[in-house]
């Protein structure tokens, strides 16, 4: 991995250890619940894949699945501005669980909020 990545600080372990808090909350969350899969199993490999890369550790969701084109695969899904809240705060919660300190816990929110805005395709009302 390339030093002075959030990846390398982090280690691959907690990155692993986040996304499996991270899909519990998910599959608990009432607003989460009908657009997931009850499966989670393969999601959250992708997902383990995805985000090594995004914090800049090896590129193992473009080796798999090629170019994650991250907006299109979300455009299926109806997502809202409290659909992306209730990510936001999973994740929140996971970043709590998996004990990442700061300042990479902000560091990954922040990164992780850009991209939740840009998923959102659907207005409140048209939920
Ligand atoms: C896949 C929802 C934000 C990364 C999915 C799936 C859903 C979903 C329903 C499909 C799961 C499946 O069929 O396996 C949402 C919602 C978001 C959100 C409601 C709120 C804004 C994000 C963000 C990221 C992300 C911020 C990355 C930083 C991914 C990846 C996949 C995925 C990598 C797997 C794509 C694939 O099938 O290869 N998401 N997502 N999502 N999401 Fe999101």
New binding site residues.
């Given amino acids: 991995p390339t030093p002075g990545t959030i990846y390398e600080a982090i280690g691959e372990e907690k990155l692993n250890e986040l996304v499996d808090h991270f899909y519990k909350y998910v599959s608990e969350h009432p607003d ?1 619940i009908p ?3 009850d499966d ?1 199993t ?2 959250r490999r ?2 383990k894949q ?2 090594t890369q ?1 914090f800049g550790g090896p590129p193992l ?1 473009i080796q798999e ?1 090629g170019h ?1 084109m ?1 907006r299109a ?2 455009l299926p ?1 109806t ?1 809202t501005p409290s ?2 809240d ?3 705060f999973c994740m929140d919660r996971a970043l709590t669980d998996a004990e990442i300190e700061e300042p990479y816990r902000t560091a990954m929110l922040d990164r ?1 909020t850009m ?2 805005n840009h ?2 395709n659907t207005p409140e009302d048209e939920k």
């Fill in positions: 989460l657009i997931f899969p989670l393969e999601t992708k997902q995805f985000l995004f969701y699945h994650p991250l695969r979300h899904f997502i659909r992306r209730a990510w936001l992780l991209t939740a998923m959102m």
